[in-house]
């Protein structure tokens, strides 16, 4: 079985058209200059609704991971799931997975940018690889 | 306001896989429930239940299944609720404000037996899923270990201490009849067991089976006459915390445990050095340790040493889950902990039994929701 791909809506479009384009986009406050994760009509922090999709460095920190040894759909185990905080602002955070890394060697405080990453015709996956610093 | 007892609680039949109805499993809970209170549904005029994903019967059902004449009061709890505690702080609330006389608390839990667990998310996948899905990330066990990875890496938790939480449930599910698991375990059976996300094995997760739990609540005044003690229900709160997203909460080495335990004990004078027993939610081993340090009876970052060094067995500091919990007792999705929690303050628990125990404290759910009860043995 393959992969889940995104059922993008009226909110999340935006995210997913951007990766088509190889850029991340993360929804950002007008108001109050916080960044949302995932996406909504309104600013978690504020409440404002002046929320606009505004391209982010795609640097980040992993936060934490969890190796996987069951079966899930389209992962062959064990595989990494990762989450990411941007550095951008303290624990934005994507779930994602980390390229060229043994799912055993993955580790809290490692660097990572992303990487642009096809999985179908019309879905671009933001996964990350270890980053040089 | 009036106060409001637990007068009575009872268990369906409970397996790891029953050959009956989820109606037939949760009607023999609640007729037990009534007989243990000495109550008929003649007296019942209110009923409270979390459907969880749809996988159970309705208020309504049991009203026609126990032949009520009429309801008073009633609520369906669907959602992001914390388990099994929901109905039974729902309905102790509506006695409390006077919406109903004597209400009946339930929670059944039937196995979809039609897919393992992370098998629903084939094709394309919408709302917030659209973000974990196509990485592979799909179950609640994936989602708090990550949190339990966290809590390791800030605080030292190791898997040892997690292990010492299933062998200490385990040995407390050894002295529980109902209990589905009731063999002791060592801690070179735990390092053994399958991993299922790390640092989960198939032993830090909740066990499950079918069956049903329900308590009977009234006014305390009327639970006075009844045949046995009362359960006093002191207080009972519900939490979430600062983000409604697993991913996104700031600070994943502690859930919204913390704002439930802080709205408990603003309500009361009791603290929880007073508590002589808990039944935590323990959906997985670091959930339980996490709600023992959340609700402050240990200090932040111990909960790993405080089950190492056996504070949480009967006879210990803290006697923490002494039916088993969900991880040895069942996933009764804490329904079971509000059950074991009357049972001992009443004194029926056997060779299991916490001697004295006059306040106790029940809680439910993981990661972004919480509730929690405290109750008390009625003077
Ligand atoms: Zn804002």
């Given at each position: 079985?393959?992969?889940?791909?995104?059922?993008?809506?009226?909110?999340?479009?935006?995210?997913?058209?951007?990766?088509?384009?190889?850029?991340?986009?993360?929804?950002?406050?007008?108001?109050?200059?916080?960044?949302?994760?995932?996406?909504?009509?309104?600013?978690?922090?504020?409440?404002?609704?002046?929320?606009?999709?505004?391209?982010?460095?795609?640097?980040?920190?992993?936060?934490?991971?969890?190796?996987?040894?069951?079966?899930?759909?389209?992962?062959?185990?064990?595989?990494?799931?990762?989450?990411?905080?941007?550095?951008?602002?303290?624990?934005?955070?994507?779930?994602?997975?980390?390229?060229?890394?043994?799912?055993?060697?993955?580790?809290?405080?490692?660097?990572?940018?992303?990487?642009?990453?096809?999985?179908?015709?019309?879905?671009?996956?933001?996964?990350?690889?270890?980053?040089?610093? | 306001?009036?106060?409001?007892?637990?007068?009575?609680?009872?268990?369906?039949?409970?397996?790891?896989?029953?050959?009956?109805?989820?109606?037939?499993?949760?009607?023999?809970?609640?007729?037990?429930?009534?007989?243990?209170?000495?109550?008929?549904?003649?007296?019942v005029d209110g009923i409270a239940?979390?459907?969880?994903?749809?996988?159970?019967?309705?208020?309504?059902?049991?009203?026609?299944?126990?032949?009520?004449?009429?309801?008073?009061w009633f609520?369906?709890?669907?959602?992001?609720?914390?388990?099994?505690?929901?109905p039974?702080?729902a309905a102790a609330?509506a006695v409390?404000?006077?919406h109903c006389e004597t209400a009946i608390a339930?929670?059944?839990?039937?196995?979809?037996?039609?897919?393992?667990?992370?098998?629903?998310?084939?094709?394309?996948?919408?709302?917030?899923?659209?973000?974990?899905?196509?990485?592979?990330?799909?179950?609640?066990?994936?989602?708090?270990?990550?949190?339990?990875?966290?809590?390791?890496?800030?605080?030292?938790?190791?898997?040892?201490?997690?292990?010492?939480?299933?062998?200490?449930?385990?040995?407390?599910?050894?002295?529980?009849?109902?209990?589905?698991?009731?063999?002791?375990?060592?801690?070179?059976?735990?390092?053994?067991?399958?991993?299922?996300?790390?640092?989960?094995?198939?032993?830090?997760?909740?066990?499950?089976?079918?069956?049903?739990?329900?308590?009977v609540i009234t006014?305390?005044?009327?639970?006075?006459?009844?045949?046995?003690?009362?359960?006093?229900?002191?207080?009972?709160?519900?939490?979430?915390?600062?983000?409604?997203?697993?991913?996104?909460?700031?600070?994943?080495?502690?859930?919204?445990?913390?704002?439930?335990?802080?709205?408990?004990?603003?309500?009361?004078?009791?603290?929880?050095?007073?508590?002589?027993?808990?039944?935590?939610?323990?959906?997985?081993?670091?959930?339980?340790?996490?709600?023992?340090?959340?609700?402050?009876?240990?200090?932040?970052?111990?909960?790993?040493?405080?089950?190492?060094?056996?504070?949480?067995?009967?006879?210990?500091?803290?006697?923490?889950?002494?039916?088993?919990?969900?991880?040895?007792?069942?996933?009764?999705?804490?329904?079971?902990?509000?059950?074991?929690?009357?049972?001992?303050?009443?004194?029926?628990?056997?060779?299991?039994?916490?001697?004295?125990?006059?306040?106790?404290?029940?809680?439910?759910?993981?990661?972004?929701?919480?509730?929690?009860?405290?109750?008390?043995?009625?003077?």
């Open positions: 079985m393959d992969r889940p791909l995104p059922q993008p809506d009226q909110d999340t479009e935006f995210f997913w058209e951007g990766l088509r384009r190889r850029e991340l986009l993360i929804q950002h406050c007008d108001e109050c200059g916080h960044w949302i994760h995932y996406p909504k009509p309104a600013c978690p922090r504020c409440g404002g609704t002046r929320v606009k999709p505004k391209a982010v460095s795609g640097r980040g920190v992993v936060h934490t991971y969890t190796v996987t040894h069951n079966a899930v759909p389209g992962f062959e185990p064990p595989f990494a799931v990762v989450l990411v905080d941007l550095e951008e602002q303290k624990g934005l955070r994507l779930v994602s997975n980390l390229i060229g890394v043994p799912p055993g060697d993955v580790a809290i405080g490692t660097p990572v940018e992303v990487v642009f990453t096809d999985v179908a015709p019309d879905v671009v996956l933001p996964l990350f690889k270890v980053r040089e610093t | 306001m009036r106060d409001v007892a637990i007068a009575g609680a009872g268990y369906s039949e409970i397996a790891r896989a029953v050959d009956r109805s989820v109606g037939s499993l949760t009607l023999e809970a609640c007729r037990n429930a009534l007989s243990d209170a000495g109550l008929t549904s003649k007296d239940t979390y459907p969880g994903g749809h996988d159970s019967v309705s208020s309504f059902y049991v009203a026609e299944g126990l032949g009520l004449p009429k309801l008073n609520e369906d709890l669907f959602g992001w609720m914390p388990a099994g505690i929901t039974v702080i609330e409390r404000a006077g339930f929670r059944t839990v039937k196995r979809n037996r039609t897919r393992p667990p992370g098998q629903g998310f084939g094709g394309r996948v919408g709302g917030d899923a659209q973000f974990r899905a196509p990485f592979g990330d799909v179950m609640t066990s994936q989602w708090l270990a990550m949190w339990a990875r966290r809590h390791m890496h800030d605080f030292g938790t190791t898997e040892e201490h997690l292990g010492h939480i299933a062998i200490t449930f385990r040995e407390h599910a050894s002295m529980n009849p109902v209990a589905p698991l009731r063999d002791n375990i060592t801690i070179d059976d735990y390092f053994a067991s399958k991993i299922i996300t790390t640092p989960f094995r198939i032993l830090d997760c909740d066990f499950p089976v079918d069956g049903g739990g329900a308590v006014t305390e005044e009327r639970a006075r006459d009844l045949p046995k003690s009362p359960v006093k229900y002191v207080a009972g709160v519900f939490a979430s915390g600062p983000r409604p997203d697993w991913e996104q909460w700031d600070d994943l080495t502690h859930m919204a445990s913390k704002y439930a335990a802080e709205a408990l004990w603003r309500r009361t004078d009791i603290t929880p050095q007073d508590v002589d027993v808990a039944e935590v939610y323990d959906g997985f081993s670091w959930t339980a340790l996490c709600w023992m340090e959340d609700m402050g009876f240990c200090a932040k970052g111990d909960g790993g040493p405080f089950f190492a060094r056996g504070d949480a067995r009967v006879g210990g500091k803290l006697p923490t889950n002494t039916h088993g919990g969900s991880m040895s007792g069942g996933r009764l999705h804490a329904i079971s902990h509000v059950i074991e929690c009357v049972q001992q303050l009443r004194g029926e628990c056997g060779a299991r039994q916490v001697h004295g125990a006059k306040t106790g404290v029940v809680t439910a759910g993981g990661g972004i929701m919480a509730g929690a009860a405290l109750l008390s043995r009625s003077e």
